[in-house]
Nanobody, 126 residues
Framework: QVQLVESGGGLVQAGGSLRLSCAASGRSLSLSAMGWFRQAPGKEREFVSAISRSSLNTYYEDSVKGRFTISRDDAKNTVYLQMNSLKPEDTAVYFC???????????????????WGQGTQVTASS
C-alpha cells in the first residue's frame, strides 16, 4: 500500500507564497504521474497541477498558470507545489494524488488517481 502525506499548508495574506510537499512511502514504490487537486467548501474537487514520471511534462489549471510551479524529486519520492501570488480564491484543502502506472493527460486532470493524501489546508486572506 502506498501512503501520501502532505505538508506545508497554512494561512497567508493575499500575494504571499506557500510551498506544499507530498511524500510517498510504501512497498515496491513506483509511481507514475503525480499531482495536486483542491477542494473548497461546497465545491467539487478540482485539478490544480500534474507532473509526469521523470518530470518530462507539467500541466496546470488555467487560473494558476504563471503563479504555481510543480516539481518532483523521484529520489525522495516527493512532489512539490510552489504557490506564489496567492489569491483568496486559492483557499481550499489541497490534496496530493498519484498514479501507479502510465495514464493519459485527461486522466491526470480528473480525480481518478490510485492514491490520495489526507489533504492540507491553504488559506489566503484578503
Amino acid at each position: 500500500q502506498v501512503q501520501l502525506v502532505e505538508s506545508g499548508g497554512g494561512l497567508v495574506q493575499a500575494g504571499g507564497s506557500l510551498r506544499l510537499s507530498c511524500a510517498a512511502s510504501g512497498r515496491s514504490l513506483s509511481l507514475s504521474a503525480m499531482g495536486w487537486f483542491r477542494q473548497a467548501p461546497g465545491k467539487e474537487r478540482e485539478f490544480v497541477s500534474a507532473i509526469s514520471r521523470s518530470s518530462l511534462n507539467t500541466y496546470y489549471e488555467d487560473s494558476v498558470k504563471g503563479r504555481f510551479t510543480i516539481s518532483r524529486d523521484d529520489a525522495k519520492n516527493t512532489v512539490y507545489l510552489q504557490m506564489n501570488s496567492l489569491k483568496p480564491e486559492d483557499t481550499a484543502v489541497y490534496f496530493c494524488a498519484a498514479h501507479r502506472s502510465w495514464c493519459s493527460v485527461a486522466t491526470m486532470r480528473a480525480p481518478l488517481a490510485d492514491y490520495w493524501g489526507q489533504g492540507t489546508q491553504v488559506t489566503a486572506s484578503s
